[in-house]
């Protein structure tokens, strides 16, 4: 071999040498990055878990003390709230809240739908682009503001028009938590709507229906799983709302056997009684189960919500 055929052939080779060298190179980096960014997601994800059932933990390793004082058929049926008598029981709280969520969903349910049906099926496309922004903005408004124009406006107006001297109630907070709760159900169910096929429309107007028929015949139906979703999203809101319901309810512990009598539920009586009670007491343990309570059924909610997501619902 010549002199010039072996330096080029060396050449070659240490050029082979260097490419496969950095190729080695870029590919060891590259999986270095994937096993650190694996690490941190996993790391963040424990993390979130260790801090979830450490408040789960918290919640319920302090709220099963006051079972050491008061019965569990005590604590769920009894109606006798008067910690300062030893008597907790927490059977108008667990039922104001239910029948306040149930309120709530009466009213904002069929709104909502409507309000996602007006918006996904009748407005025109430079209306809709309008109004579902504004919709969006609506989640944002903090709930006490909220709470403060139920007190100063709604209330007086209750009082009004139905001649009651209080105006507080299960009716003023379920109002005020319809508010809340429309721009989130109706969004989602908005979304549900618009993202079922086109060729399901097409077939109802092929066969004789009108509008009417195809929206509540046909889309409706086959949305359902998203409305669902919506419906148990903003249920799992109005169960957890505190502020806007502490501030038109009343916060009376006694049982709502009318609309328009001041009563209390559990975010409200936890709000209203926790910052003057000793750690080490009954009445704080009572009051850490009914946070506990209310944990669990927002968890319960959030997993229904997943089961729905990766299953569905049948149709």
């Keep these: 071999m010549s002199a010039p055929a072996s330096a080029a052939a060396k050449e070659l080779g240490t050029s082979l040498k260097t490419n496969s060298g950095s190729t080695f190179g870029r590919r060891a980096r590259l999986a270095f990055y994937n096993r650190t960014f694996k690490t941190i997601c996993v790391v963040c994800a424990v993390f979130v878990c260790i801090i979830l059932f450490s408040i789960l933990f918290l919640m319920g390793r302090t709220g099963i003390l006051t079972f050491q004082y008061v019965s569990p058929l005590e604590f769920f049926f009894s109606t006798e709230w008067v910690p300062e008598n030893e008597q907790y029981g927490a059977f108008v709280f667990i039922f104001g809240t239910f029948a306040l969520t149930a309120l709530t969903m009466l009213i904002a349910m069929p709104l909502s739908i409507l309000i996602a049906v007006f918006l996904a099926e009748v407005t025109p496309p430079w209306l809709r682009a309008m109004l579902r922004p504004v919709l969006d ?49 109706s969004r989602i169910s908005d979304d549900a709507i618009t993202a079922v096929p086109k060729k399901y429309r097409d077939a109802s107007y092929a066969l004789g229906g009108n509008r009417f028929q195809t929206t509540f015949k046909v889309v409706l139906p086959a949305a359902r799983s998203g409305i669902m979703y ?42 209203m009684q926790i910052a003057n ?39």
């Design 277 to 315: 009670v000793p750690f080490d007491s009954t009445w704080n343990y009572a009051l850490y189960l009914m946070g506990f309570l209310l944990l669990v059924i927002s968890l319960l909610m959030i997993v229904l919500i997943r089961f729905m997501q990766r299953k569905g619902v049948q149709r």
């Design 230 to 271: 919506a419906g148990i999203l903003g249920m799992a809101r109005a169960i957890g709302e505190t502020m806007a319901v502490v501030m038109v309810i009343g916060n009376t512990p006694q049982l709502a056997n009318s609309l328009l009598k001041p009563t209390s539920v559990l975010t409200s009586n936890i709000v």
């Design 137 to 185: 903005l609506l989640v944002g408004i903090p709930s006490v503001v909220y709470g403060f124009l139920g007190m100063t406006l709604l209330i007086p107006l209750l009082r009004d028009v139905t001649g009651t001297t209080m105006g507080d109630g299960l009716l003023a907070a379920a109002i005020v938590l319809t508010i809340m709760v429309l721009p989130t159900i």
